[in-house]
């Protein structure tokens, strides 16, 4: 069964980037902390980019929606003649 005719596909790559937007941050964070009280704990390094990743998110969405509006009214629009 190839991957394009796939109804689940859409879904399996959906989990396949949030999960490893979610993952790997805390494991690359934790990964490069050493043992020294100096400097932002791993939880709050992990916290900070998950804002920063949601913030990201938010950004793109409210760019793809604009974009989305705009097409539709353009759309609209051009169907109707006065």
Do not use: R
Not at 8 to 19: E, Q, S
Not at 49 to 57: R, V
Not at 64 to 71: K, P, S
């Amino acid at each position: 069964m190839s991957l394009i005719d796939m109804k689940l596909f859409p879904v399996l790559l959906g989990i396949g980037f949030f999960g490893s937007v979610f993952i790997l941050p805390p494991l690359v964070i934790s990964s490069f902390k050493k043992d020294t009280s100096s400097g932002l704990d791993v939880l709050y390094g992990t916290l900070l980019t998950y804002l920063a990743i949601f913030l990201t998110f938010i950004v793109m969405a409210a760019f793809i929606i604009a974009t989305l509006i705009d097409l539709i009214q353009y759309q609209l629009e051009s169907l109707i003649p006065f």
